[in-house]
Structures are given as C-alpha cells and as structure tokens.
C-alpha cells in the first residue's frame, strides 16, 4: 500500500463515503469500510429519523450509532465534526458596531455576520474563535477516543485551534472547507490538516460558495498544497471514469456522497434512489440558500422553491420555506417531495442501477491507476 491517502485511514482503497447526515448510519458505514474504503457517520443524527436537540441525548444515539457500526464490521472508519464557529466574547464586543456594546448586542445575527467575515481570515479567527463552547463537538472527541475511531472528517469554518485539539486527543484530521478557497487550503495546512478534502460545485449538499466545479476546484488545491498533504476529491465522482479524471488532476482519494445514497446499504426512500436512476444531471433543480445554493431532484416543493427563487424571494425566505434542514430528512428519509427536498451531486447521469456499496467501491477503484493504489 503506497498511497498516502489509504495509509493515514488505514484501509485498502482510499475512497471515503462523505458525511450526509441523517442518510449516513451503521449499515451503510460498515458496507464501505467492509469493501475496502472508508466509511463516515455524519455528525447531523446520523441513524436517526429526528434531530436531537439535547446535547447529551445527541450525544448517546452517536455513541450507539458508532457501536452498532462496530457489531458490523472491524475495519475503520470516522466521524465527522463541524466545531461550531463560537466567538471569543471579547472578539464580538469589539467587531460589532456602535457606541452602546450592550450584551444584548452579541445576538445570533450579530456573531453570524462577524463569523462570515472571518471565514476568509484565519489569522483572526486563530485569536478570535473560542473553542471552549462546543461541548458537542467535545463529546465527538470522547466517543472517538471511547470507540477507538482514529480519524475524524473536519467539515466547515477553519478553526486551527480546534486541529490542535483533534490532534491531542490522537485523531488525525481530514479538513474540508465548505468553500475550497486556496488561501484557505493553505492555512489548513499549516495548521497542520493531514489531508485536505476539496469539493467541487459539482457536489450534493450544501455546494461551495465559489461556484467552482470539481475539476476547476481540484487543480488548483493541488498547486496550494503543494505535495505536503494529499488532496481529496469530492464532488460529481461516482464511477471508474470521474475517479480516473480526479486521479489524473492530482487527487489522492476521493470523497463520495450521491453514488452511495444510490446503494443498497443507503437509507434513502426507494422513491428517491429511483429518481437518482430516472433523472440526469441537467434535469436537477437549483435555488438559493443562505450563503449559496440548494440542489434537489423535481417535485412538488423544489419546483416550488424554484419558482420562489425566479420571483425574486430571498434566500432566507426560500430556505424557509423549505423547512431548513428538516427538508433534507423529509425528502429524502421520507421520500415526501411536498415537505422535503432531494439533494443529489451532478454525477448523477452515471448512475444507471442501484447497486451493493461493495460494487460501487470496486468500481471507483478500477478508476484509480495502479501506481497511484
Ligand atoms: C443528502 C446530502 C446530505 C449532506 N449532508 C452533509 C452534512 O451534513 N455535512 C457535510 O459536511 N456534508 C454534507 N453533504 C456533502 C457531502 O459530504 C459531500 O461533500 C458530497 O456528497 C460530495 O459530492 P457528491 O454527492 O457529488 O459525491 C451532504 C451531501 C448530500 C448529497
């Protein structure tokens, strides 16, 4: 095994099923990690058909999530986190504006903004972020260490603090930035990232601010780092020839949502894998979100929110409409297009049959060049 991606997981193929939320769970996570790659519980209930909100309920249905995994296989695989970016109070005193810096000030909406500006700043955000407020992610780092998990998939702001953290409780740290911007990638390596996943427009999920493909996002992550750590690929990769066009633009892994929810192990409704077979790329439906844009499969909802987004609606109120994140676990636990949305990745055109995640990872890996394995 020389490739660096295999050997810091541990495993024989370095293909990683992506953190998905609710659609990740034991099944699907031991399936991958049974077939030679590496599967991901997502840090958003996964296994679960609700959202906890008590932290320390959450917290015991993850651990339960991550022993039920164990009963299923002996191979490894990770967790994912997304430390919350928390400001340092004194940090938020002083970045919001005006003479009266009453603690009423320092509301949600106040800290959102500062925290959007420091995302391009990571100097800043290395003095201003608190990482003493998030005992979820806390108790992630405690279950890892409980449960023997050896890596964790970093998705969101960077916090170099919070990669110390990971670090000294001996979890090596696979970083994704929501948004590969380069400056970024080149922080997270310095702040000591064993890896960088980089994600394309192309992708499922919560898409790159930048709007950027994966085949535009991948080579220039590979000139920011460097040959330092290896780069990952996420985004619209799905079979032997997406896995073959990331490997020959410097990938050394790939980072693989949509092919799997098309799996057998997926829990996603069967209305929904059906729709991933029937539709292609150019029929997925787009509209605005806070920050950037949602994808879904049509249906009664998402051409709603369509039409909303034509009219001139906001993003809040779009985003609103479709019942926030919830819309991910009615449309696609439930399969219910009238309350939900149907996020999928624009590789979708590839995916012809509903298959094992054992056949899919071997055919990822059929991509991927001998002397890159
Ligand atoms: C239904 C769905 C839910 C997702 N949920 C999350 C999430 O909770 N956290 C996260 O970091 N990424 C999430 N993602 C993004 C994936 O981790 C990954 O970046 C993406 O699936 C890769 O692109 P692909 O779907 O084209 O393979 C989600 C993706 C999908 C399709």
Same mark, same amino acid.
């Given at each position: 095994?020389?490739?660096?991606?295999?050997?810091?997981?541990?495993?024989?193929?370095?293909?990683?099923?992506?953190?998905?939320?609710?659609?990740?769970?034991?099944?699907?996570?031991?399936?991958?990690?049974?077939?030679?790659?590496?599967?991901?519980?997502?840090?958003?209930?996964?296994?679960?058909?609700?959202?906890?909100?008590?932290?320390?309920?959450?917290?015991?249905?993850?651990?339960?999530?991550?022993?039920?995994?164990?009963?299923?296989?002996?191979?490894?695989?990770?967790?994912?986190?997304?430390?919350?970016?928390?400001?340092?109070?004194?940090?938020?005193?002083?970045?919001?504006?005006?003479?009266?810096?009453?603690?009423?000030?320092?509301?949600?909406?106040?800290?959102?903004?500062?925290?959007?500006?420091?995302?391009?700043?990571?100097?800043?955000?290395?003095?201003?972020?608190?990482?003493?407020?998030?005992?979820?992610?806390?108790?992630?780092?405690?279950?890892?260490?409980?449960?023997?998990?050896?890596?964790? %998939? $970093?998705? &969101? #702001?960077?916090?170099? =603090?919070?990669?110390?953290?990971?670090? @000294? *409780?001996?979890? !090596?740290?696979?970083?994704?930035?929501?948004?590969?911007?380069?400056?970024?990638?080149?922080?997270?390596?310095?702040?000591?990232?064993?890896?960088?996943?980089?994600?394309?427009?192309?992708?499922?999920?919560?898409?790159?601010?930048?709007?950027?493909?994966?085949?535009?996002?991948?080579?220039?992550?590979?000139?920011?780092?460097?040959?330092?750590?290896?780069?990952?690929?996420?985004?619209?990769?799905?079979?032997?020839?997406?896995?073959?066009?990331?490997?020959?633009?410097?990938?050394?892994? %790939? $980072?693989? &949502? #949509?092919?799997?929810? =098309?799996?057998?192990?997926?829990?996603? @409704? *069967?209305?929904? !894998?059906?729709?991933?077979?029937?539709?292609?790329?150019?029929?997925?439906?787009?509209?605005?979100?806070?920050?950037?844009?949602?994808?879904?499969?049509?249906?009664?909802?998402?051409?709603?929110?369509?039409?909303?987004?034509?009219?001139?609606?906001?993003?809040?109120?779009?985003?609103?409409?479709?019942?926030?994140?919830?819309?991910?676990?009615?449309?696609?636990?439930?399969?219910?297009?009238?309350?939900?949305?149907?996020?999928?990745?624009?590789?979708?055109?590839?995916?012809?049959?509903?298959?094992?995640?054992?056949?899919?990872?071997?055919?990822?890996?059929?991509?991927?060049?001998?002397?890159?394995?």
């Amino acid at each position: 095994m020389t490739n660096r991606v295999a050997q810091l997981l541990g495993v024989e193929k370095p293909i990683i099923q992506a953190s998905m939320a609710y659609l990740t769970d034991a099944k699907l996570v031991a399936a991958v990690s049974n077939a030679g790659g590496f599967g991901i519980l997502g840090s958003v209930a996964p296994g679960q058909d609700y959202y906890e909100a008590d932290v320390a309920k959450n917290l015991a249905l993850m651990q339960k999530e991550v022993q039920a995994t164990k009963d299923l296989t002996d191979k490894p695989f990770g967790l994912a986190v997304s430390p919350r970016p928390v400001l340092k109070r004194q940090a938020v005193t002083d970045a919001t504006s005006g003479a009266s810096q009453s603690e009423e000030k320092t509301k949600i909406s106040d800290i959102a903004k500062e925290v959007n500006k420091l995302k391009t700043d990571t100097a800043q955000a290395q003095r201003d972020y608190d990482t003493t407020q998030d005992p979820f992610t806390d108790g992630q780092i405690k279950i890892a260490q409980a449960e023997g998990i050896k890596v964790v %998939l $970093y998705s &969101g #702001t960077l916090i170099p =603090a919070w990669i110390d953290k990971f670090h @000294a *409780a001996g979890l !090596k740290v696979l970083f994704r930035p929501t948004t590969p911007y380069a400056p970024i990638i080149k922080d997270a390596v310095q702040a000591g990232a064993d890896a960088i996943v980089v994600t394309g427009f192309d992708e499922g999920g919560t898409v790159p601010v930048n709007v950027v493909g994966t085949f535009a996002a991948l080579p220039l992550a590979v000139q920011a780092v460097a040959g330092k750590v290896p780069v990952i690929a996420a985004g619209g990769i799905v079979d032997h020839t997406t896995a073959q066009a990331a490997f020959a633009l410097g990938a050394e892994g %790939l $980072y693989v &949502g #949509t092919a799997f929810l =098309a799996s057998d192990e997926s829990r996603l @409704a *069967a209305n929904i !894998k059906q729709a991933i077979i029937d539709y292609d790329a150019e029929e997925v439906l787009m509209f605005r979100a806070p920050n950037s844009y949602y994808r879904s499969l049509p249906g009664e909802l998402p051409n709603k929110l369509v039409a909303m987004d034509r009219d001139g609606k906001s993003a809040d109120e779009i985003w609103q409409a479709a019942g926030d994140y919830d819309a991910l676990r009615q449309g696609m636990l439930f399969g219910d297009l009238s309350k939900g949305i149907a996020s999928v990745g624009l590789g979708i055109s590839l995916i012809h049959e509903i298959k094992s995640s054992q056949a899919i990872v071997d055919d990822l890996y059929a991509g991927i060049p001998e002397n890159k394995r």
